[in-house]
C-alpha cells in the first residue's frame, strides 16, 4: 500500500490520483508541445529526449515537491507509471547509479558509462539497435538525485560503479563501455578489475579521447568547436532525405529547447549567489558537467594490457585531431580502431546510431567466441573496415 493510500480513503484517492494525472498532463503537453498525451504513450515515443527530460522533471519537482532522476523514464515511460511513482514519492527501490536500461536477454549484460552531462537516457537508441537479447545497463553520475555528493575522480567513479555492476554479475568475464568521457570511466574500470583477477572481454571507447595533461579550451577554442559542430549538424542534415530532415530539424529544435534551462541556471549560478538555484534540475546538470569534466583533465591513465576497441567518427574537431589525445601508446594489448561513416555529434542519434550499434554488437559476438581464457596479442593494432558501410 502507497503512502498515499494509507492517508486517503478511497473516494479521495481516487480524485488525488486523478489530479496526478491530469498535472502529469499538462506538463507533458508543456514540454512536448502537443495539445494532449495519453495516460499510456511513451516519452519517447512522442519525441522526448535527454534535454526535454530536464524541463520535464525541473516542472515534476517544482509541482510534486519529488525530486526523480531522469533515468526514471526508463522504468517509467508513461504518465500512468510516472503518476504511480509520485504518488510513492520516490522510487520503492532508492536512487542508485546503476540503470537497467534494458534488463532482459541471454547475452552477457554491456555496461556502459555516462558522458561529461552524468546521465544515461543517450543510450537508449543504441540499447534497442543493439536487440532485445542484449542486457544494457547505464551508470549515471552520482549527484543526480540532488542529494548524494559529487565524484570529482575518474578513479573513484570506477570504484562505485564496480560496486554497482557487481550487484548484477558479481564476476567477469565484463563488457564495459563508454561514449566520450564514459570511456575514461570505463577504462579505469577495467584497469581496477583486472587489478582484482577479474576477466574483460570487451572494453570499448566510444569516440574518447585521453585529457591528461590538457587544460580547459580558451574562448577562441571554444568557439571553433562550437562552429565545427554546426557544420557536423549541417553535414548530417543534407545527408538525410526528406523525412529524415523534417525529423532531424524538430529533434535540434527539442534539444535546444531542453539546453537552454541548463545554460540559464550555469550563468546565474555566476552572477547570483541566490540559493533558489541550488536545487534546481537544471543547475545540479551544470554543476555535474562542470566536474566530470574537470576529473577528465585531472585523470593520468596508465597503460593497459588488455582489448582497447577504439571507436572513432570519420571525422573529427580540429582539437581533438591530437596524437597525444589517442590511446595508441597505452593500449598495450591488442587495440582495435574502428572508424565509423559518422561525425561526432551523430554517433548516438537515429538514424545514424545503426552504424555503431552494429559494430558494437559485432564486437560482442567476437569476444563471446574467443577461448575461454584467451590474451590478446601484445602490441598488435589494427584498423577494421566494415564492408557493408
Known amino acids: 500500500m502507497s503512502k498515499l493510500s494509507a492517508n486517503y480513503p478511497p473516494d479521495a484517492l481516487s480524485v488525488a490520483q486523478d489530479e496526478t494525472t491530469e498535472q502529469l498532463s499538462r506538463i507533458w503537453q508543456d514540454v512536448l508541445g502537443i495539445p494532449s498525451v495519453g495516460p499510456d504513450q511513451n516519452y519517447f515515443d512522442l519525441g522526448g529526449d535527454s534535454p526535454l527530460a530536464v524541463q520535464l522533471f525541473a516542472r515534476i519537482e517544482k509541482v510534486f515537491n519529488v525530486k526523480l532522476p531522469l533515468a526514471t523514464l526508463f522504468e517509467a515511460p508513461t504518465i500512468h507509471e510516472l503518476s504511480q511513482i509520485l504518488r510513492r514519492q520516490a522510487p ?150 526528406a523525412a529524415g530532415k523534417a525529423q532531424f530539424f524538430r529533434e535540434k529544435v527539442a534539444a535546444l529547447r531542453g539546453r537552454i534551462p541548463v545554460w540559464r541556471s550555469m550563468l546565474l549560478s555566476k552572477l547570483s549567489n541566490d540559493s533558489r538555484w541550488d536545487g534546481s534540475e537544471a543547475k545540479v546538470l551544470g554543476q555535474i558537467w562542470k566536474a566530470n569534466f574537470q576529473a577528465c583533465l585531472d585523470y593520468v591513465p596508465k597503460p593497459y594490457s588488455g582489448l582497447v576497441l577504439d571507436i572513432r567518427p570519420a571525422a573529427q574537431y580540429r582539437s581533438c585531431s591530437k596524437a597525444e589525445l589517442r590511446w595508441d601508446r597505452l593500449a598495450q594489448g591488442r587495440q582495435e580502431i574502428v572508424v565509423l561513416p559518422v561525425n561526432p555529434p551523430a554517433m548516438l542519434i537515429e538514424p545514424f546510431v545503426n552504424y555503431l550499434a552494429l559494430e558494437l554488437r559485432k564486437s560482442i559476438d567476437r569476444a563471446l567466441r574467443a577461448p575461454e581464457g584467451s590474451k590478446p596479442v601484445s602490441g598488435l593494432a589494427g584498423i577494421i573496415s566494415n564492408p557493408d558501410w
Not at 159 to 183: D, R, S, T, W
Not at 212 to 239: C, D, K, M, Q, Y
Open 92 to 241: 520503492e527501490s532508492g536512487w542508485s547509479s546503476l540503470v537497467a536500461i534494458q534488463p532482459r536477454g541471454s547475452r552477457p549484460p554491456f555496461f556502459c558509462i555516462h558522458p561529461h552531462g552524468g546521465n544515461v537516457l543517450v543510450y537508449r537508441d543504441l540499447s534497442r539497435h543493439l536487440g532485445a537479447d542484449q542486457p544494457f545497463y547505464g551508470l549515471q553520475s552520482f549527484g543526480l538525485d540532488g542529494s548524494c555528493s559529487l565524484l570529482r575522480r575518474i578513479e573513484d567513479m570506477a570504484a562505485e560503479y564496480i560496486n554497482e555492476i557487481q550487484k548484477v554479475q558479481p564476476h567477469g568475464p565484463y563488457f564495459l563501455g563508454g561514449y566520450c568521457m564514459g570511456g575514461t570511466v570505463a577504462y579505469e574500470m577495467a584497469q581496477q578489475l583486472r587489478s582484482a583477477g577479474e576477466q574483460i572481454s570487451l572494453l570499448a571507447l566510444i569516440d574518447t579521447l585521453n585529457w591528461a595533461g590538457t587544460s580547459l579550451p580558451s574562448f577562441w577554442e571554444t568557439f571553433i568547436h562550437t562552429s565545427e559542430r554546426l557544420g557536423f549538424h549541417v553535414a548530417n542534415f543534407l545527408s538525410l532525405d
